[in-house]
Nanobody, 126 residues
Framework: QVQLVESGGGLVQAGGSLRLSCAAS????????MGWFRQAPGKEREFVAAITGSGINTYYVDSVKGRFTVSRVNAKNTVYLQMNSLKPEDTAVYYC???????????????????WGQGTQVTVSS
């Protein structure tokens, strides 16, 4: 089982940047697809980005393409979400999640992920 802890959230002005980190504990971190999801007030949780175990393939929701970058350093058991050109509509609680290789489901579906972090608040002011 992998345990996840997010950090790096905070308050930033529109157009600014934040980098979220997700530290994982457990075995075989490199075998997990790592995903980022977010939930804004009054909205359903949505997929933001994901990265395969090797880090070669990444996926993004259309609204963040060109602005967000997901990466991972397996030697550090850490996944990152670099967020640039932030907009007020990016305001949400951001969650890191891990999808074991043997779990079914699409990378963009929250039900496919086995482990979740506690969430970190990102607030973008205008």
């Amino acid at each position: 089982q992998v345990q996840l802890v997010e950090s790096g959230g905070g308050l930033v002005q529109a157009g600014g940047s934040l980098r979220l980190s997700c530290a994982a504990s457990g075995r075989t971190f490199s075998s997990y697809v790592m995903g980022w999801f977010r939930q804004a007030p009054g909205k359903e949780r949505e997929f933001v980005a994901a990265i395969t175990g090797s880090g070669i393939n990444t996926y993004y929701v259309d609204s963040v393409k060109g602005r967000f970058t997901v990466s991972r350093v397996n030697a550090k058991n850490t996944v990152y979400l670099q967020m640039n050109s932030l907009k007020p509509e990016d305001t949400a609680v951001y969650y890191c999640a891990a999808k074991p290789v043997h779990y079914s489901g699409s990378y963009y579906t929250d039900g496919a992920y086995a482990s979740w972090g506690q969430g970190t608040q990102v607030t973008v002011s205008s």
